[in-house]
């Protein structure tokens, strides 16, 4: 397909209208050379305050499906791997939960072999699902757009959400346009490709733990058995942040049972589970409400989840103490270290600036926005057609919109 096509008056008009707009937002940015096939501009993360004003207004995620992935990461269009927690205490319980039970037995999830999926997986879900994107417009015709702006998974804005804050990580994301949605997908950094390579027994174990406390907080689990890391639970969403429509999937631990209903409209009952570090020194408290509470709260909000548990564990791997964490009280919690409003309109912003600079329409053109590390700018380059960061399958692309 031809992507370079004369662009009207019109679009050259809109296309200058959006430059002067993000010129506007960010007088600071170099973006005067800007082409309009092959971009290479800048995005300035730093200084942080200057989106610390009113924040950017995140509409209630709506839960629009679902899906499973087996024990081998098949897609299953069904709930088979939704499991249910029963949240039977208040806000604390103590218990004793050792996370290194059938440790031996487990299959664990080869995050090298996940990276590969890319977006396939929901891409899946979308093509079994086409008929969720038709609008009141074109209920009777052939679906010929899916009207969001924005499609990927949750992983990655929860990334982007906490960029204001990450000062060492850098991230990779690629985007395509394909029938006037941008798709973006995440990229493991060099860096963090080299720290899974070498990732100690220690490391292996502690995630291996997160994956066992999911599975003791599972209703009718038999702990005695192994886990297997690849099966997963997945709900697809449906937002809007400020001006950009977003549809993403998101990986999900569970739902109460006491609060779960089909067919429902958000995910108000369902509960996201964490471990930690048991808190014991000043720094316990602090590493927690700085880094662990952004996280947990990023993921949570991003698709609605109100409550998140938290496993405290000892240096053994056993867990001593459960507590709950409402999702709206973390803000207030971790007020002294991030804020919702500088991570929403960074977020905000950026999605501006991936709207601005991704304009070729085209399933096999790549833009590459790199976060520099040590808390560097986020660099815009449109790669073409490049078989090394493509993301955007054949199969999905020539079926989406004739099916
Ligand atoms: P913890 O978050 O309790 O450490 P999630 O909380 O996102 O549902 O993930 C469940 C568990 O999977 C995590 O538990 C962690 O043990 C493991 N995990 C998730 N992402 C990981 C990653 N990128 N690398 C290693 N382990 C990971
Ligand atoms: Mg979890």
Redo the contacts with the bound molecule.
Sequence with gaps: MSSLKRKSHKEDHVFSKRRQRILDLHPEQKIGEMEKHSVDAKFEVHPRRKYDTSPATLRRPMFIGDFSLDGKRQFFHDKRNLHFISLDWHTSKKVEYDLNMALDKMTRKD?EETSTEKLDRLLEWILQNTYKFHTKDSAEKPLHCLSTDFVCFRGLLTELLCTPYENREGWIVCATKFCSTIYLCAYDTPEKQSRRENETDLQRK??A???K??HYMTDGSNTEEGVNENEEYCCVVRSRLESHSLVYGA?V?GADPSKYKTPHSDLKAFV????SKELITDNDYRSLYRFKLKKWWSQSYLVGIPRVVCGFRDAEGIVHTLNTYEVEDMPFISKDYWKPAVMLNFLNKFLDFVKIHVQVDDPEAVYKFERQPNGGDILCTYLGHDPKWAFLPKWYCEKVFHS
Excluded: A, H, R
């Design positions: 995050f502690m995630s733990w997160g994956y406390f999911e990986e631990d996201e589970l964490k471990t």
